[in-house]
């Protein structure tokens, strides 16, 4: 078995630059959960998957590309659930939604997650930023410095990542192109 995430993953220099917000974070108040995996949206959420089985989810996720084109996703300012993550908000995007639900059909069409739970369908994008570790009595000092921290970039995607852990980090796995060709206009 294999811990498996895909997600979209920012262009390098975007991701340094929230890294370098968890790093802070996580000097300034001894919380370091968040800086275990890369900076990422999850498109659907890891999950062990037998080791065998690899090259069939490659082919099950690689069309879902084929039918999305690229497009640009912002981010802006700072949210938080309950007490417990922090979290850069992903502007709801309905391109960024069509790809997430296709991406999950696969998982529930073809069972390859044997706890997905019918009717929890909600996705709320974001980019963690803290979360498990942050102890309930400091959440308030740190959610009241970001609330009102302005924080505004896009990006685009062209491609989404099905990651693999190795048993000490999160590797890119396997890259799938959206690739959806712009239709053409006869007339």
């Known amino acids: 078995m294999a811990l498996y995430l895909t997600a979209i993953l920012p262009p390098a220099e975007l991701s340094e630059q929230i890294d370098d917000i968890r790093k802070e974070l996580s000097e300034r108040y001894n919380i370091y959960a968040a800086l275990k995996p890369p900076v990422h949206i999850t498109l659907y959420r890891p999950l062990n998957i037998e080791q065998s089985n690899e090259s069939t989810l ?5 069309p879902v ?9 912002e981010l802006l300012n700072f949210d938080c659930f309950n007490i417990q993550t922090l979290f850069i908000t992903v502007v709801k995007n309905p391109l960024l939604s069509a790809l997430q639900k296709d991406v999950a059909a696969v998982f529930n069409k073809n069972k390859i997650d044997p706890k997905e739970v019918k009717g ?13 570790d ?3 009595e400091i959440f308030p000092e740190i959610w009241d410095e970001l609330k009102n ?12 990542s099905l990651l693999k852990h190795d048993g000490k980090k ?8 959206l ?9």
């Not at 590309?65 to 996703?73: A, E």
């Not at 929890?120 to 498990?132: C, G, L, M, W």
């Not at 924080?151 to 062209?158: A, H, I, L, N, W």
């Open 65 to 73: 590309g084929f039918n999305h084109r690229p497009f640009t996703q």
């Open 120 to 132: 929890n369908t909600s996705f709320h994008p974001h980019v963690t930023i803290a979360y498990r």
């Open 134 to 136: 942050i102890p309930p």
């Open 58 to 62: 490659i082919k099950l996720l690689r």
């Open 170 to 177: 999160w590797q890119v796995f396997k890259d799938f192109a």
């Open 149 to 160: 921290r302005k924080f505004k970039r896009s990006f685009p995607v062209d491609h989404y």
């Open 179 to 187: 690739s959806k060709p712009k239709t053409l206009k006869l007339f």
